[in-house]
């Protein structure tokens, strides 16, 4: 990959993903993998593709994101978003959270277990709960929708959680299980690009979207971090990854509440 062509497909894709690339071989190992599964033999010839055909850009989009996840990863937050439910759920309203860049679904089938048990243990039932899982990456919306996973992905689970994670799988064949179909019916999945418009306007009650921000400039940080704020209602909560600073250049009506975690201010919407 030559200096021109690293520009046009650095632009191209930061455009369609807000990725930040470092540099010409940062790229070519998010790539390569594409051109082989390709047979070609140079970016030259992959240009003259993705111009050709315009929906390669959707496979070029999937070869560059980061689908890193597993079952009850960072469970503290989980715990929070129990609490959470304690002091905010209204039985008259439906009450919804979005998990943002949910990648193959193992975060959003996580709250959707800690929810299903946190109403069980209430006696009250989860159905005005309603649950979204979204990812710019067709491939992975497509095995989260599948819910099925290998035992490998089973084995990641964080001590203490597996035997809970395990009552909500069933084993389907050989080394994999399948989410259980009450569980699957609790949630929905959708393809959505997070440097869009956000389709949501003071409708979220919790958004999770963590470990995403690290890989955008600071200007898309502020206007995704704008429009969840204008997602969430009043008192909603945001989830960030234990690892990511809310910027401090842009007054965005939050309240910081601890591990990456927080409110947007103002009174709470009435139902």
């Known amino acids: 990959m030559d200096e021109q062509q690293f520009l046009f497909l650095q632009q191209l894709l930061t455009d369609r993903t807000g990725i930040r690339f470092r540099d010409q071989a940062h790229l070519c190992r998010k790539l390569d993998s594409r051109l082989r599964a390709l047979n070609l033999d140079s970016y030259a010839r992959y240009i003259e593709l993705?111009?050709?055909k315009s929906d390669e850009i959707l496979h070029?989009?999937?070869?560059?994101?980061?689908?890193?996840?597993?079952?009850?990863?960072?469970?503290?937050?989980?715990?929070?978003l129990e609490k959470y439910l304690d002091t905010c759920l209204n039985a008259a309203r439906v009450f919804r959270i979005w998990s943002a860049a949910s990648s193959?679904?193992?975060?959003?089938?996580?709250?959707?277990?800690?929810?299903?048990?946190?109403?069980?243990?209430?006696?009250?039932?989860?159905?005005?709960?309603?649950?979204?899982?979204?990812?710019?990456?067709?491939?992975?919306i497509k095995r989260a929708i599948d819910g099925r996973y290998h035992r490998c992905q089973v084995e990641r689970t964080p001590k203490g959680y597996k035997a809970f994670l395990l009552r909500?799988?069933?084993?389907?064949?050989?080394?994999?299980?399948?989410?259980?179909?009450h569980i699957k019916a609790m949630?929905?999945?959708?393809?959505f690009n997070l440097t869009q418009p956000l389709p949501f306007s003071r409708e979220l009650d919790v958004i999770f979207c963590r470990n995403v921000f690290l890989y955008f400039n600071q200007a898309l940080r502020n206007e995704i971090f704008t429009g969840m704020h204008q997602a969430l209602r009043p008192g909603g909560l945001l989830i960030m990854g234990l690892c990511e600073p809310m910027p401090v250049d842009l007054p965005l009506g939050f309240t910081y509440v601890g591990n990456s975690m927080y409110t947007k201010t103002g009174e709470r919407h009435p139902g």
């Open 50 to 52: 993705i111009k050709k």
């Open 168 to 181: 909500y799988l069933e084993q389907h064949s050989g080394d994999y299980f399948n989410v259980k179909p």
């Open 104 to 140: 193959s679904g193992e975060e959003v089938y996580s709250i959707a277990m800690t929810v299903h048990a946190w109403a069980a243990a209430r006696r009250i039932a989860p159905h005005n709960i309603r649950i979204t899982g979204s990812d710019i990456d067709r491939s992975v």
């Open 187 to 191: 949630v929905r999945f959708k393809r």
């Open 60 to 80: 070029a989009i999937e070869a560059v994101t980061n689908n890193e996840t597993f079952f009850f990863r960072d469970f503290i937050h989980l715990i929070a």
